[in-house]
């Protein structure tokens, strides 16, 4: 049963490889001609100004936590949807009560706010 | 020693140290970064396993979700991006003894346990089945649909308990303060 | 000629095993082989959508395009890659030298991974596991990883930022992308991209989901961060993004990717809802099913083009609350009322596509009313503001 995947895990050092030498290509094609003007940090021509370092937002934090939540609720229906075709009406309603409890997160969420982009 | 047994054990030989570098990794970045290779290790070790929908799901909720939120946690945190200092101290050595004696007193324990001496006979099951019975187990009454239907509340819990603590406070938001 | 590819797989198996290998090694070297070329064809395939890209665009501004290098600008993409090579790397000083470099290489392999499971036509296909949708959400988002490593390995501040807003854009609009892929899972009753296919024989899931369709390619757009989502990378306003410090090839890797995901949301849509391979007369010619599939592929691409030629781009707070108050309430909709309506017709006998039709024609007045419900309250609110303000500046005046 692992042979389908032989192929995927060809394909993927193939995708790390083949864009990996076309770079080793450009740094040996290119000039090297570094000088403090050229490798300093970009900031729109001028000085950079304080760290290199932001503080960040916690909004991002709950997008991604949000995500997080949706994606395991994802991954539990996907075995639900690849049984649909055997399932019976009331066992497709056990799985539409459990999207709609977690619609009700997201509501929750809304109305608390939490989506907005502060 | 067949192919099997050398991806199997190349992989989980990528996968111990990359966990091991986590700890070590004097920077925070980087620890997360060794943390996505460990994860990716035992992803291919649930391919390996021929459990190919779990491999699929730990890239997807580990690496795609849970990875990128610790990547955001630290870099939330001040003084991610700079050196932590020598995460190991002076008494490593004796530390590690101590963990190896512990481990080979362990596995003189289990190897004395009845039946460890068998070798596991694989199960004889198609997987596009495997997949399917998941599905229909989840909403079998007799079976699994009580914690399918719970995993759904805690899931609300978890949401509802980190919009709680993340949220920026009501006077933050009023005066507008944006950080 | 039921297998074609079959049997020019079987022919090479043939030449290598006359050459002393057995079967096993043989295949591997094979299916090596088959991976190296599909990579190859697809990072070269983006200098032809690259150079369609910029015609048709130009043609839709009413401009000519490239015309000067090669007939009809067709070596443009060419000459683009050539001077992008020969450029100087410059790697920024402080930057963290081995995330920098992988950065590019996670973002392009994240692309390159999901042609593993498209199937081109019958029997010519990568890999069929049976778990492709969720591997292609997975792999998919292995982008978004890189685009966050890639901002934060080039200690540039305003790269860092740029990264985390993109990737808070991507991982939002994974979420409507995942609710609207699990549509074609349950009409097909497999994760498997083959059987997605082969069960729309006698009607694509267009037909039965079209709402689906549609938050999947909305959603998909955003992801790979085209117009008009593509706020991260404004062209003709900010500088770059996550990719400031990027130069020669590491630029035109992460360009590449950008270009190449674009075409594969082209051919994930052609095969999850249009069909796939499926046309007239592909039972007797298998090898009808790939112009089949390219076609409709290049069909949803000259949509992608036709969109970011001519929407103007959204504002980030636009973009957020588009996400979490419109596609994803949306999908949540249409995954629901999907499953309840295809269940019910499967089991009370109903016409297929006219009850699944009926479901997402009460989705659709659903949301138009909400949407018009809110329309007259942000009007009603604009109007209450200017009443506020008029009197004060009469009282004042006079």
Known sequence: ????????????????????????????????????????????????????????????????????????????????????????????????????ILAAGLVYAWQKGALEWV | MTILQLVFLATAAVTLVAALMVVVSPRMVHAALWLILALAGVAVLFVLLEAGFLGIVQVAVYIDAIAILIIVTVMLTQRAMGEGGRQVNRSWLWAALAAIVLFGGLLLMLSQAPGSATVATPLAADAEATVEDLG??????????????VASVLLLAA??????VARPSTEARREGRQP | MSDPFGAIGGWLMGLLQSLGLEAGPARFILQFAAAGFLATILLLSTLFTIWAERKIIARMQDRLGPNRVGPFGMLQSVADLVKLVTKEVIIPAGADKLVYMIAPLLVVTSVVAIWAVVPLAPKLIGSDVNVSVLYIISVGSI??????????????????LGAFRTVAQMLSYAVPMILSLLVPTLLAGSMGTVAIVEQQRAVPFFLLAPLAAVIFFIS???????????????????VAGFHIEYSGLSFGMFFVAEFLHAFTIGALTATLFLGG??????????????????????????????????????????LNSLNWKFLTPLAL??????????????????????????????????????????????????????????????????
């Not at chain 3, 982008?143 to 080039?154: C, D, K, N, R, Y």
């Not at chain 3, 593509?230 to 062209?235: F, P």
């Not at chain 3, 090898?287 to 390219?294: A, K, M, N, S, V």
């Open chain 1, 1 to 100: 049963m692992l042979q389908p995947w032989i192929f995927i895990a060809l394909l993927l050092p193939l995708g790390i490889i083949l864009p990996g030498v076309a770079i080793v290509a450009n740094q040996l094609l290119g000039p090297h001609k570094p000088n403090p003007a050229k490798t300093s940090t970009y900031e729109c021509g001028i000085e950079t100004v304080g760290e290199t370092w932001v503080q960040l937002k916690g909004q991002y934090y709950i997008f991604g936590l949000i995500f997080l939540i949706f994606d395991i609720e994802a991954v539990f229906l996907f075995p639900w949807a690849v049984a649909y075709d055997k399932l019976q009406l009331y066992m497709v309603l056990e799985g539409v009560l459990f999207i709609l």
């Open chain 2, 136 to 149: 229909r187990a989840l909403v079998d009454v007799d079976r699994y649909v009580l914690p399918f239907e």
């Open chain 2, 159 to 164: 949401l509802i308990g980190a919009i709680v």
């Open chain 3, 143 to 160: 982008g978004t990883l890189g685009i966050m490593l890639a901002g934060m390995s080039s200690n540039n501040k305003y790269a860092l």
């Open chain 3, 220 to 238: 998909s757009l955003t992801e790979v961060g085209r117009a008009p989502f593509d706020l991260a990378e404004a062209e003709s306003e900010l």
């Open chain 3, 277 to 318: 391979w499926q046309g007239p007369g592909v039972e007797q010619f298998p090898l009808l099913g790939l112009p089949y599939f390219l076609l409709k592929t290049l069909a949803v691409y000259f949509l992608l083009i036709w969109a970011r030629a001519t929407f103007p781009r959204v504002r980030i707070d636009q």
């Open chain 3, 333 to 398: 909709a249409v995954l629901v009322v999907s499953a309840v309506t295809d269940k019910l017709a499967s089991e009370l006998g109903w016409n297929r596509i006219l009850a699944n039709l009926a479901g997402e024609g009460v989705i659709v007045v659903g949301a138009l009313m909400g949407l018009w419900a809110y329309a007259r309250s942000l009007r009603r609110r604009q109007e209450s503001l200017r009443a506020q303000v008029t009197p004060s500046r009469a009282t004042g005046a006079s």
